[in-house]
């Protein structure tokens, strides 16, 4: 037969044919779509492949945190995109790694999904865990994981880290006198969230992908933070470098965080209200801007990237705002958005 004479149906393009879902993939076709979209970690001495990895710890230690991301609770599909949620699961694991002072080496990652789930879900999300670590921890990787079928959409990060020789930043080392100081947006996430609730959403308030992408678009700063956030990884290494005595990721907004650090490290904290931006309850429990709060002993210069935001006291657990109580505001898994996103 001439190529002429071919029939359409020989010629018709595979674009043309209904996605794959991961219902008609077996698990070892799925790996294998994913596998090629994932970094490698400078560290590993065995990716991917074998029933664990195996990683180079030159320092003796290592940092190890865990968090998940549920489709429901922790994100709405049609606001996210794949890609989206991929590097915010990457970038909210990074975080907590660089606010113990390491650099991040590898992550591990387990994703549970409906098996109605388009296979390209699932390499998107590979795809933006790629695109985040390599532009905010160059040399991180994934390094394994897992897969399983839920009725939920469900991410699971587990994220290593190298202190490097040096010691861990606690939150319990700030002392009275110390300077409070912050790396990374304030209040942005809190606001492209609350932007989410109030225009990204239909008559009935059921979360819709059309809203979500123009409010994006005309809001791109607030719902990037809030989508996919950009901490300031590198800072994590160099706050530990300049002597920085506590410091701890900004999840549950930053009342609910200083509140945890004061605690911890039996001090008070008392916030500058002209630094906390045009919004003082927005930056005080928006959430989820993962920067990084951190404290100084009083003479230390603050490294490039921070910015004095208030002073550690001797009232030990208070969070104070130019030396007055303020209305809480945060984030609690179990009971929502406290107050501060009406």
């Given amino acids: 037969m001439t190529p002429a004479a071919k029939t359409p149906a020989a010629t018709s393009p595979t674009a043309a044919r209904p996605e794959q879902t991961l219902a008609e993939l077996s698990e070892g076709q799925v ?22 990895a195996v990683l180079r710890a030159p320092d003796g230690r290592f940092v190890v945190t865990t968090d998940m991301m549920i489709q429901g609770p922790d994100f ?3 606001w996210s ?29 387990a994703i549970a999904a409906p098996p109605s789930t388009p296979i390209s879900v699932i390499e998107g999300i590979a795809d933006g865990l790629r695109d985040c670590c390599e532009a905010l921890a160059p040399g991180c990787g994934v390094v394994g994981g897992d897969l399983s079928a839920s009725d939920a959409l469900t991410l699971a990060v587990t994220a290593f880290g190298d202190l490097e020789g040096r010691e861990p930043v606690l ?61 300031p990884i590198d800072l994590g290494p160099a706050a530990s470098l300049a002597g920085a005595t506590a ?17 911890a490290s039996g001090v008070g904290i008392d916030f500058a209200a002209d630094s906390l931006g045009d919004s003082v309850g927005l930056a005080l429990g928006g959430g989820e801007d993962h920067g990084l709060l951190a404290t100084f002993p009083a003479g230390a210069v603050l490294p490039e990237g921070f910015r004095l935001i208030g002073m550690a006291t001797d009232a030990a657990g208070t969070v104070l705002v130019d030396g007055r109580t303020h209305e809480q505001g945060g984030w609690d898994p179990y009971r929502g958005w406290d107050g501060a996103l009406g």
């Fill in 31 to 52: 790996l294998a779509r994913i596998f090629p979209r994932l970094p490698g970690a400078a560290t590993q001495l065995l990716g991917p492949g074998d029933d664990a």
């Fill in 76 to 78: 709405r599909m049609a």
């Fill in 81 to 109: 995109t794949p890609h989206d949620l991929g590097w915010k699961a990457a970038a909210t694991n990074l975080s907590d790694v660089a606010a113990m002072g390491a650099r991040p080496t590898a992550l591990v990652v």
């Fill in 171 to 231: 939150r319990s080392g700030a002392r009275p006198g110390d300077r409070v100081a912050l790396a990374g947006g304030l209040g942005e996430a809190g606001a492209g969230l609350a932007l989410l609730f109030r225009h990204g959403v239909d008559a009935n308030g059921v979360p819709d992908a059309a809203l979500a992408s123009a409010v994006r678009e005309q809001y791109p700063v607030e719902v990037g933070a809030q989508l996919a956030p950009r901490p």
């Fill in 247 to 263: 410091m701890m990721d900004l999840s549950d907004g930053l009342f609910i965080d200083a509140g945890r650090l004061a605690t």
